[in-house]
């Protein structure tokens, strides 16, 4: 059964900062990973999905990389602004390939 | 349009009330997802609707019932619910809900209250 981590649980930076988050997956056989974005209460904002076939994704400010034989993923966050503060998820498909299967997520605080 | 909408924002109901929860997307996807998220907790999956067909149900108990009517809309009918159900229910949706996985766009969620 897939099982998915992610740390730190929280994260406070000051603004400016370049940060990383971590996202580590215990079945390597996964079809894809995404990345998620949380502000309290809301619904979730897709960040990036990174295929099985590639090794990272980049959006403006925002780069993700996956290693499959490693279990692990990371979100580099360049530049951190106040209006990153957010909770971040990572999710990876399951085992059946139809739905994702959630890590707790880590909340990250930019201080101005 | 890449936008998922969920209707009500906020439910309040009772605990023998009926009530139902409305997603709809018109981005052409074919598989559409609820997911159940408690407080300061992961999201959770519930049921999977591919090409208008149940495909997974995460052993929800009967009082939730789902319903897909046509390939852009999705329910959640609510009946007999418990206080632990307070959660915020979200809707999710993707390019096809089989192996060739694609992006899911999730909605803003209902915030439901039972009491």
């Known amino acids: 059964k897939q099982e998915v981590t992610q740390i730190p649980a929280a994260l406070s930076v000051p603004e400016g900062e370049n940060l990383v988050l971590n996202c580590s997956f215990t079945?390597?056989?996964?079809?894809?990973l995404q990345w998620f974005r949380q502000d309290p209460g809301k619904g979730l904002t897709s960040l990036l999905l990174?295929?099985?076939?590639?090794r990272e994704q980049t959006s403006g400010r925002l780069n993700a990389s996956l290693d499959k034989s490693s279990g692990r993923s990371t979100l580099y966050i360049a530049a951190s602004q106040p209006g990153d503060s957010a909770t971040y998820l990572c999710?990876?498909?399951?085992?059946?390939?139809?739905?994702?299967?959630f890590g707790k997520g880590t909340t990250l605080s930019v201080s101005s | 349009d890449t936008e998922v909408t969920q209707t009500p924002k906020h439910l309040v109901m009772g605990m023998t009330n009926k009530k139902s929860l409305k997603c709809e997307q018109h981005?052409?996807?074919?598989?559409m997802y609820w997911y159940k998220q408690k407080a300061k907790k992961p999201p959770e999956l519930m049921f999977v609707?591919?090409?208008?067909?149940?495909?997974i149900n995460e052993s929800v108990p009967s009082r939730f019932s789902p319903e897909c009517p046509n390939s852009s809309l999705l329910n959640l009918h609510l009946h007999a619910l418990q206080p632990e159900d307070s959660a915020l229910y979200l809707c999710?949706?993707?390019?096809?809900?089989?192996?060739?996985?694609?992006?899911?766009?999730f909605g803003p969620g209902t915030r439901l209250t039972v009491l």
């Open positions: 999710a949706s993707s390019s096809s809900g089989h192996a060739s996985y694609n992006e899911q766009f």
């Open positions: 079945d390597s056989a996964i079809y894809n």
């Open positions: 990174i295929q099985s076939s590639q």
């Open positions: 999710a990876a498909v399951n085992q059946a390939g139809t739905a994702l299967i």
């Open positions: 981005m052409g996807h074919r598989a």
């Open positions: 609707y591919s090409y208008e067909k149940l495909s």
